[in-house]
């Protein structure tokens, strides 16, 4: 079936690096987008990046611009999310969305949780 | 890039209709048909439930529906469940290739 699992979360000292990871399954990687999204604590969804199919366009939130990059490893069916320079309110659950038709979250992983703390 | 605005709370009675107004702007709601709607349990993913501002995906029930009006996209629930009970969040398209949420709102069923 269709699947997204993320993985690579953890907590994490301000002015770190992590990455996050998500596996695709079930689907032909090759033919979507891919979206990072985030949820901190009791809080709404922001969304975080996407990454164009082919990996050749990226766009970001203003919030992390500049310190996150979105990749993708199409022979893998593998999407990543390099985070540096951390802050504590980049403290969230990272999801990682298909871009579906019309623009659309149509798949959502379970999410990883970031926690940036000293 | 600031976050559609959504009433933080609405509350209904069991077959009840209720109503989540979404407002943004011409750069996003009001410019493009791509206004959707997702509804999250504590703890688990969110789940489309309203695509392309009226249509639901197959398995969504019809009780669900969206709709929009210049800047402000709706989603209406009728015959309000217990199982209703849950946080709804809109998105939205926008003119810098980027997307936006509101901040959600939380559906109480008294």
């Known amino acids: 079936q269709v699947q997204l699992v993320e993985s690579g979360g953890g907590v994490v000292q301000p002015g770190r690096s992590l990455r996050l990871s998500c596996a695709a399954s079930?689907?032909?990687?090759?033919?979507?987008?891919m979206h990072w999204v985030r949820q901190a604590p009791g809080k709404g969804l922001e969304w975080v990046a996407v990454i164009w199919y082919d990996g050749s366009n990226k766009y970001y939130a203003d919030s992390v611009k500049g310190r996150f990059t979105i990749s993708r490893d199409n022979y893998n069916n593998m999407l990543y999310l390099q985070m540096n320079s951390l802050r504590p309110e980049d403290t969230a659950v990272y999801y990682c969305a298909r871009w579906g038709d019309e623009k659309i979250f149509d798949v959502w992983g379970r999410g990883t949780l970031v926690t940036v703390s000293s | 890039q600031s976050a559609l605005t959504q009433p933080a709370s609405v509350s209904g009675s069991p077959g009840q209709s209720i109503t989540i107004s979404c407002s943004g702007t011409?750069?996003?709601?009001?410019?493009?048909?791509?206004v959707s709607w997702y509804q999250q349990y504590p703890g688990k993913a969110p789940k489309l439930i309203i695509y392309v501002v009226s249509n639901r995906p197959s398995g969504v029930p019809d009780r669900f529906s969206g709709s929009k009006s210049g800047n402000t996209a709706s989603l209406t629930i009728t015959g309000l469940k217990a199982e209703d009970e849950a946080d709804y969040f809109c998105s939205s398209y926008t003119s810098t290739n980027t997307w936006v949420f509101g901040g959600g709102t939380k559906v109480t069923v008294l």
């Open positions: 079930g689907f032909t990687f090759t033919s979507h987008g």
């Open positions: 011409s750069s996003d709601v009001g410019g493009y048909k791509y």
